[in-house]
C-alpha cells in the first residue's frame, strides 16, 4: 500500500468515485449521450456545488467502459477530436438498480469535535456556554445562506437545501440539549 | 431614524414566586425581522408580551418610537397596539363566527374604516397569503395552514409598523410551516414591517435577519451594525 495512503481515505475516496459513476450510469439510462451532454445532465441535476470536471466525465467513463457497463454507441468525426456516444449495457443496469435499492448507511455521528470542545472548556474551567453560543451563531449563519438561496431557487434548489437545513437544525438541537445539561456535564467532567 | 424602533431594556418580570425575565433586554430596529429563541420556559414569550405592552414588567423599561410604553395610560397602549403592531400567535386566535374575510377586515373595521374599503383591502391580503379561496370560509372549515395564512393577513392588514409572531409555525406541519414563513417575511419586507418572531425551531428562526437568545430570563443578541 502507498505510503499514507489509509484505509479511511481509499474507503472514502472509492465510495465518492462510485457513486459518480453510478450516477453517470443512471443518467445514461434514459438514453445515449456523449460525454459532454453527461456532464452537462450532472451538473443540471446533481452539480449543484459541485460540478463536474471534464477529466473526471473521462476517466470515469472509461472506468466503466473497462468494467462492460457502458459501450462506445457510436463515433462522430467532427472539426476537432471524435466525439463517442455512450451507450448503458445491461450490466449497467442491473449495477443501477441494485444501487437505488441499497440502502445509504445512516452516519451515525459519533465522534463529534464540538463535544470534545465542550468537554474541553468544562475540564479548563473556560466557558462552555460561549462554545455552544459561538456555535449556534455559525449554524444560523449559515443556515439563513441556505434560506434565502431555497427562496429564490428552483424546487431542486429548495430539496437540497432543506436536506442541509434539517442537519443543520438537529445539531442546533443537539447545542440546546446540552446548554441546557451542562450543570451535569460539568459536575461529571470535574468527578 | 436614529435609534432603534423598539427596545426593551433590563426587563425583571415574576409571576408569582417564579421569575420569568431576570433583566432581558433586546432592540428592534425598523424594517428587521428579530427571531427570539430559546429553550420552552426560557422567559422568550413573557418578553414578547412586554415588548408589545401586552404585560407590564415589574422592572425595567420598554420604548417604542423613543416614547416609554409603561407612560402609556391602558387605552393609549391598546390603541398602540391596534394601530402599530400587528399579531400571529401559534394558534391563528382568529373568531371563530367571523369569516376569514370578516376576520382579516376586523382590525379596519375597529379603526372605523367603512365595510366595503375594510372588505376590499382584507380581500387583497387573502390574496396576498394565497387564501382568498377561503375568504367565505370560518375559522373551523379551513386547514390549519390556512388559518395561521389567514391569521398572517389579519395582522399586516394595517400595515402595522412592527408583527409580533409567536410560534406562529408550532401547530403546522414542516410544509405548512414554511410556506407561512415565506409568506409572512415577504410581506413583512414589502410593507417595512419590523417582526419580533418567537420561536424555538432552528428553521423558521433562520428566515430572520438575527437572532437574541433567551435563557433562564436572561437574554443575549447579536448587535446589528446599524
Given at each position: 500500500?502507498?505510503?499514507?495512503?489509509?484505509?479511511?481515505?481509499?474507503?472514502?475516496g472509492?465510495?465518492?468515485?462510485?457513486?459518480?459513476?453510478?450516477?453517470?450510469?443512471?443518467?445514461?439510462e434514459?438514453?445515449?449521450?456523449?460525454?459532454?451532454d453527461?456532464?452537462?445532465?450532472?451538473?443540471?441535476?446533481?452539480?449543484?456545488?459541485?460540478?463536474?470536471h471534464?477529466?473526471?466525465?473521462?476517466?470515469?467513463?472509461?472506468r466503466?467502459?473497462?468494467?462492460?457497463?457502458?459501450?462506445?454507441?457510436?463515433?462522430?468525426?467532427?472539426?476537432?477530436?471524435?466525439?463517442?456516444?455512450?451507450?448503458?449495457?445491461?450490466?449497467g443496469?442491473?449495477?443501477?438498480?441494485?444501487?437505488?435499492?441499497?440502502?445509504?448507511?445512516?452516519?451515525?455521528?459519533?465522534?463529534?469535535?464540538?463535544?470534545?470542545k465542550?468537554?474541553?472548556?468544562l475540564?479548563?474551567g473556560?466557558?462552555?456556554?460561549?462554545?455552544?453560543?459561538v456555535?449556534?451563531?455559525?449554524?444560523?449563519?449559515t443556515?439563513?445562506?441556505?434560506?434565502?438561496?431555497?427562496?429564490?431557487?428552483?424546487?431542486?434548489?429548495?430539496?437540497?437545501?432543506?436536506?442541509?437545513?434539517?442537519?443543520?437544525?438537529?445539531?442546533?438541537?443537539?447545542?440546546?440539549l446540552?446548554a441546557?445539561?451542562?450543570?451535569?456535564l460539568?459536575a461529571?467532567?470535574r468527578? | 431614524?436614529?435609534?432603534?424602533?423598539?427596545?426593551?431594556?433590563?426587563?425583571?418580570?415574576?409571576f408569582?414566586?417564579?421569575?420569568a425575565?431576570?433583566?432581558?433586554?433586546?432592540?428592534?430596529?425598523?424594517?428587521?425581522?428579530?427571531?427570539?429563541?430559546?429553550?420552552?420556559?426560557?422567559?422568550?414569550?413573557?418578553?414578547?408580551?412586554?415588548?408589545?405592552?401586552?404585560?407590564?414588567?415589574?422592572?425595567?423599561?420598554?420604548?417604542?418610537?423613543?416614547?416609554?410604553?409603561?407612560?402609556?395610560?391602558?387605552?393609549?397602549?391598546?390603541?398602540?397596539?391596534r394601530?402599530?403592531?400587528?399579531?400571529?400567535?401559534?394558534?391563528?386566535?382568529?373568531?371563530?363566527?367571523?369569516?376569514?374575510?370578516?376576520?382579516?377586515?376586523?382590525?379596519?373595521?375597529?379603526?372605523?374604516?367603512?365595510?366595503r374599503?375594510?372588505?376590499?383591502?382584507?380581500?387583497e391580503?387573502?390574496?396576498?397569503?394565497?387564501v382568498?379561496?377561503?375568504?367565505?370560509?370560518?375559522?373551523?372549515?379551513?386547514?390549519?395552514?390556512?388559518?395561521q395564512?389567514?391569521?398572517?393577513?389579519?395582522?399586516?392588514?394595517?400595515?402595522?409598523?412592527?408583527?409580533f409572531?409567536?410560534?406562529?409555525?408550532?401547530?403546522?406541519?414542516?410544509?405548512?410551516?414554511?410556506?407561512?414563513?415565506?409568506?409572512?417575511?415577504?410581506?413583512?419586507?414589502?410593507?417595512?414591517a419590523?417582526?419580533?418572531?418567537?420561536?424555538?425551531?432552528?428553521?423558521?428562526?433562520?428566515?430572520?435577519?438575527?437572532?437574541?437568545?433567551?435563557?433562564?430570563?436572561?437574554s443575549?443578541?447579536?448587535?446589528?451594525?446599524?
Amino acid at each position: 500500500m502507498h505510503q499514507g495512503y489509509s484505509p479511511k481515505v481509499y474507503t472514502g475516496g472509492t465510495v465518492v468515485a462510485m457513486s459518480i459513476g453510478l450516477t453517470l450510469l443512471g443518467l445514461l439510462e434514459t438514453g445515449p449521450r456523449h460525454g459532454y451532454d453527461l456532464k452537462r445532465a450532472y451538473d443540471e441535476h446533481f452539480g449543484q456545488d459541485r460540478p463536474l470536471h471534464y477529466g473526471q466525465v473521462y476517466s470515469t467513463l472509461s472506468r466503466l467502459l473497462r468494467d462492460g457497463l457502458v459501450e462506445v454507441d457510436g463515433v462522430e468525426a467532427g472539426e476537432g477530436p471524435e466525439r463517442k456516444r455512450y451507450a448503458i449495457t445491461a450490466s449497467g443496469v442491473t449495477d443501477v438498480r441494485d444501487w437505488l435499492v441499497t440502502p445509504e448507511r445512516p452516519e451515525p455521528y459519533l465522534h463529534s469535535t464540538l463535544y470534545t470542545k465542550v468537554v474541553l472548556a468544562l475540564m479548563s474551567g473556560r466557558s462552555a456556554a460561549e462554545v455552544l453560543d459561538v456555535q449556534r451563531g455559525a449554524h444560523l449563519e449559515t443556515m439563513r445562506t441556505l434560506t434565502r438561496r431555497k427562496l429564490t431557487g428552483d424546487l431542486a434548489d429548495q430539496l437540497i437545501c432543506d436536506h442541509a437545513l434539517f442537519h443543520l437544525e438537529a445539531d442546533l438541537r443537539w447545542l440546546e440539549l446540552t446548554a441546557a445539561r451542562l450543570d451535569q456535564l460539568s459536575a461529571e467532567v470535574r468527578r | 431614524m436614529s435609534g432603534p424602533l423598539l427596545e426593551a431594556m433590563d426587563l425583571y418580570k415574576s409571576f408569582g414566586p417564579t421569575p420569568a425575565l431576570d433583566g432581558a433586554g433586546m432592540s428592534l430596529w425598523p424594517g428587521e425581522v428579530v427571531a427570539v429563541m430559546g429553550p420552552s420556559g426560557s422567559g422568550k414569550s413573557t418578553l414578547l408580551h412586554c415588548l408589545a405592552g401586552i404585560l407590564r414588567p415589574d422592572s425595567g423599561t420598554v420604548s417604542y418610537n423613543g416614547t416609554e410604553l409603561s407612560a402609556l395610560s391602558d387605552v393609549a397602549r391598546s390603541e398602540l397596539r391596534r394601530t402599530e403592531f400587528g399579531f400571529v400567535f401559534q394558534f391563528g386566535q382568529l373568531v371563530p363566527e367571523l369569516t376569514s374575510l370578516e376576520n382579516v377586515a376586523l382590525p379596519l373595521r375597529l379603526g372605523g374604516m367603512r365595510r366595503r374599503e375594510a372588505e376590499q383591502a382584507a380581500t387583497e391580503w387573502l390574496e396576498r397569503l394565497e387564501v382568498a379561496d377561503v375568504a367565505g370560509k370560518r375559522p373551523g372549515e379551513t386547514s390549519g395552514g390556512q388559518g395561521q395564512r389567514v391569521a398572517v393577513a389579519r395582522a399586516l392588514v394595517t400595515r402595522p409598523k412592527v408583527v409580533f409572531a409567536d410560534e406562529p409555525t408550532g401547530a403546522l406541519d414542516s410544509l405548512n410551516g414554511e410556506r407561512v414563513m415565506r409568506l409572512l417575511v415577504a410581506a413583512a419586507k414589502d410593507t417595512t414591517a419590523a417582526v419580533v418572531l418567537v420561536t424555538h425551531e432552528a428553521r423558521v428562526a433562520a428566515y430572520s435577519d438575527r437572532e437574541v437568545v433567551v435563557r433562564d430570563g436572561k437574554s443575549t443578541q447579536v448587535e446589528l451594525i446599524p
